[in-house]
């Protein structure tokens, strides 16, 4: 079965830094391109950045471009999301997400910015 | 950056009825390896999404086929054939086709 673990967000100040993980299971992590995808409360989705299956194409939404960084570690199943200069806009719950097809999400991670 | 619009934003339908969503692109989905990277998602309350359609009208494993996609180049549609009330929800189109990747607003269903 199929499964992705999002974990690390929390409260944060604004400026702060903070760092997701999600641990990846019951698929060869090693062969898909992964995902960030944030929903702020009560809103729809925004894509915020993409790895491919071996780090070598790497994009991100303008809104995060420069701030956030996204990585992964194929030996360890984790895909990461560093976040830097936090501002209380990136509030949001974030889901990590199989492949270009999106084909499977984790249950996702809150991230609150705020003093 | 694609934008993409979706249509409408609400919609109230009936158990057994029939309805469409529109997802239009501002610029072709279509990839230069041939394909088109415009996937569907149903969001159900406090759930995360999941993935139903993919590339236009491929139906993901374990969906009712009473859904279905279709289009090409800038617009594409959902099909659900006989709204069934596990189908409530937020539906949204998505291109992975251009970087940035970017999703529709979303179409709320609704009961009638």
């Known amino acids: 079965e199929v499964q992705l673990v999002e974990s690390g967000g929390g409260l944060v100040q604004p400026g702060r830094s903070l760092k997701l993980s999600c641990v990846a299971s019951g698929f060869t992590f090693s062969n898909y391109g992964m995902n960030w995808i944030r929903q702020a409360p009560g809103k729809g989705l925004e894509w915020v950045a993409y790895?491919?299956?071996?780090?070598?194409?790497?994009y991100y939404a303008e809104t995060v471009k420069g701030r956030f960084t996204i990585s992964r570690d194929n030996a360890k199943n984790t895909l990461y999301l560093q976040m830097t200069s936090l501002r209380s806009e990136d509030t949001a719950l974030y889901y990590c997400a199989r492949g270009r097809g999106m084909g499977y999400w984790g249950q996702g991670v809150m991230v609150t910015v705020s003093s | 950056d694609v934008v993409l619009t979706q249509t409408p934003p609400t919609l109230s339908a009936t158990i057994g009825q029939s309805v469409s969503i529109s997802c239009r692109s501002s610029?072709?989905?279509?990839?230069?390896?041939?394909?088109?990277?415009l996937n569907w998602l149903l969001q159900r309350p406090g759930q995360p999404p999941q993935l139903l359609i993919y590339l236009v009208s491929r139906l993901e494993s374990g969906v009712p086929n009473r859904f279905s996609g279709s289009g090409s180049g800038t617009d594409f549609t959902l099909k659900i054939s006989g709204v069934e009330a596990e189908d409530l929800g937020v539906y949204y189109c998505?291109?992975?086709?251009?970087?940035?990747?970017?999703f529709g607003a979303g179409t709320k269903l609704e009961l009638k």
């Open positions: 998505v291109q992975s086709t251009h970087a940035p990747y970017t």
């Open positions: 610029q072709s989905l279509l990839h230069s390896n041939g394909n088109t990277y």
């Open positions: 790895i491919s299956s071996g780090s070598s194409y790497i």
